[in-house]
Every structure is written in structure tokens, then in C-alpha cells.
């Protein structure tokens, strides 16, 4: 995996778990010390999270860190199971069989890029991810229930969970994707809204967990003024 790749994941598993302080600025220079690269796979990195909203613009080459509160990724989290499962209840009853085979082949692209992990994989698993939970809203038919629940899959910190899993937590939501297919194709809507429910409900453990160890973790890494760099990983996101 290249440079610019290792940096990117790095800072928005970083700013998913909450490493850096919300309003805290981001200084490239800063941050290509602290992982031990120039500023070129820095600069690129920041360009793209302010482009997805989990950082902002920030003068002399430098962004501002989003200011998210965990109460406000929490609520979203629990929007979305009220408004997902609703809408994988009504997919249930009305989705195509196509548009179901298409939702299981999202759930595939995941699978092989979690067994492979070629270059930019996370990236690749991301917007799978994104069409997967996308497909109920599209077959739901209710477009207010489209709209208001596309919304919530606009928020960086509640649909890039993969950015922080382990190896088990990425093979766990596989499995409860697939469930999510099979209550579907089944047509049984009680079993669909409750596979959506317990999905979503484990990522919020796994995302409290992140953030506790994120927590830990800055209290118990000695800074890089004190001890040097911190090596960037070089394959997974997260440690489980």
C-alpha cells in the first residue's frame, strides 16, 4: 500500500476515534512529523478528508478538526436504525430480485476486498459499504423516508465504520449483511427491520470501543516530541 494511502487511513481512523481534539488545528508539518513522512502524502490526505466533511479548511496549509461530538454520532447512529429498519422492512415487501442480487454482490465486493486487501481496498469496502445501506431507501418507495434516511449516510463518523474495525469486526458485519439480504430475498419484514436493528447496534458498540481505546491509547503514547514518529500501519486501520 503506498504512502499516501497509509496516511490518509491513519488520520481519518484518527479523527473517526477521536484522536485529535475537535476546533484543534491540523498543521501539515505537524502531522508529517508525527508519522514519520514529507508533507506531499499529508497535504493530499487533508485535501480529501476536508472533502468529506471530517475536516475543515484551515489557513497557512493546514485544516481545522471537525467539530463532532460522540452524542451526535450516537443520535445519528440511532436515527438510522429507527429510519433503516423502516425502510428494509418496506424493501422487503417491494425490492426486485435484481436489486436484491445487487445488494448481495455490494456484500461480496466487501468480502473479497477484507480477504485481499489490495491498495486502497478500505477505500473500495467504504463505498460498497455506502451502496449497500443505500439500496433499502431506493426500493423502500417512500421518498421522504429516501431523503431523510439518505441524509444520515452522509455523516463521515456513522458510515465509514471500517475505517476502525478489526479483521473480526469487518467479518462480523459481513455476516450480519448477509442476514440482512436473506431476511430480503425471504420477504419476511419483521426479520429484516430486526437484522438492520442488531447491524447497527453493534456498530455502535464497536464505535464506543474505538473511542475508548483511541482514549487510552493518547493517554498511554509517549508524544512525538518526547519519543520520535509514530509509525504508520501498514495494512489494518485498527488493532482489535
Same mark, same amino acid.
Not at 60 to 67: D, F, L, Q, S, T
Not at 115 to 138: C, R, S, V, W
Not at 188 to 202: G, I, K, P
Given at each position: 500500500?503506498?504512502?499516501?494511502?497509509?496516511?490518509?487511513?491513519?488520520?481519518?481512523?484518527?479523527?473517526?476515534?477521536?484522536?485529535?481534539?475537535?476546533?484543534?488545528?491540523?498543521?501539515?508539518?505537524?502531522?508529517?512529523?508525527?508519522?514519520?513522512?514529507?508533507?506531499?502524502?499529508?497535504?493530499?490526505?487533508?485535501?480529501?478528508?476536508?472533502?468529506?466533511?471530517?475536516?475543515?479548511?484551515?489557513?497557512?496549509?493546514?485544516?481545522?478538526?471537525?467539530?463532532?461530538?460522540?452524542?451526535?454520532?450516537?443520535?445519528?447512529?440511532?436515527?438510522?436504525?429507527?429510519?433503516?429498519?423502516?425502510?428494509?422492512?418496506?424493501?422487503?415487501?417491494?425490492?426486485?430480485?435484481?436489486?436484491? +442480487?445487487? =445488494? !448481495?454482490?455490494?456484500?461480496?465486493?466487501?468480502? @473479497?476486498? &477484507?480477504?485481499?486487501?489490495?491498495? $486502497?481496498?478500505? #477505500?473500495?469496502?467504504?463505498?460498497?459499504?455506502?451502496?449497500?445501506?443505500?439500496?433499502?431507501?431506493?426500493?423502500?418507495?417512500?421518498?421522504?423516508?429516501?431523503?431523510?434516511?439518505?441524509?444520515?449516510?452522509?455523516?463521515?463518523?456513522?458510515?465509514?465504520?471500517?475505517?476502525?474495525?478489526?479483521? +473480526?469486526? =469487518? !467479518?462480523?458485519?459481513?455476516?450480519?449483511?448477509? @442476514?440482512? &439480504?436473506?431476511?430480503?430475498?425471504? $420477504?419476511?419484514? #419483521?426479520?429484516?427491520?430486526?437484522?438492520?436493528?442488531?447491524?447497527?447496534?453493534?456498530?455502535?458498540?464497536?464505535?464506543?470501543?474505538?473511542?475508548?481505546?483511541?482514549?487510552?491509547?493518547?493517554?498511554?503514547?509517549?508524544?512525538?516530541?518526547?519519543?520520535?514518529?509514530?509509525?504508520?500501519?501498514?495494512?489494518?486501520?485498527?488493532?482489535?
Amino acid at each position: 500500500m503506498s504512502v499516501s494511502n497509509n496516511v490518509y487511513e491513519e488520520l481519518r481512523r484518527r479523527l473517526i476515534t477521536g484522536h485529535y481534539d475537535p476546533g484543534s488545528p491540523l498543521k501539515e508539518e505537524h502531522v508529517a512529523a508525527d508519522l514519520g513522512v514529507s508533507r506531499t502524502p499529508v497535504r493530499a490526505a487533508i485535501q480529501q478528508l476536508v472533502s468529506e466533511g471530517l475536516l475543515e479548511s484551515g489557513a497557512k496549509r493546514g485544516a481545522i478538526v471537525k467539530e463532532w461530538r460522540e452524542e451526535d454520532a450516537e443520535e445519528i447512529f440511532q436515527l438510522r436504525i429507527l429510519l433503516e429498519g423502516r425502510a428494509t422492512a418496506l424493501a422487503a415487501r417491494k425490492m426486485l430480485r435484481d436489486d436484491i +442480487a445487487r =445488494m !448481495q454482490s455490494y456484500n461480496e465486493t466487501i468480502a @473479497e476486498a &477484507v480477504e485481499t486487501k489490495k491498495p $486502497g481496498y478500505l #477505500d473500495a469496502i467504504h463505498q460498497a459499504n455506502l451502496a449497500f445501506h443505500m439500496a433499502p431507501y431506493e426500493a423502500c418507495g417512500s421518498a421522504h423516508l429516501r431523503m431523510f434516511g439518505a441524509s444520515l449516510l452522509e455523516y463521515p463518523l456513522v458510515i465509514g465504520g471500517f475505517y476502525i474495525y478489526s479483521e +473480526a469486526d =469487518m !467479518q462480523e458485519s459481513i455476516r450480519q449483511h448477509t @442476514e440482512i &439480504v436473506s431476511a430480503i430475498r425471504a $420477504g419476511n419484514e #419483521d426479520w429484516a427491520r430486526s437484522a438492520v436493528s442488531c447491524h447497527l447496534s453493534a456498530a455502535v458498540v464497536r464505535f464506543r470501543r474505538s473511542r475508548s481505546n483511541e482514549a487510552q491509547r493518547k493517554r498511554d503514547t509517549v508524544g512525538p516530541s518526547r519519543g520520535g514518529p509514530v509509525p504508520l500501519r501498514a495494512t489494518s486501520p485498527r488493532s482489535a
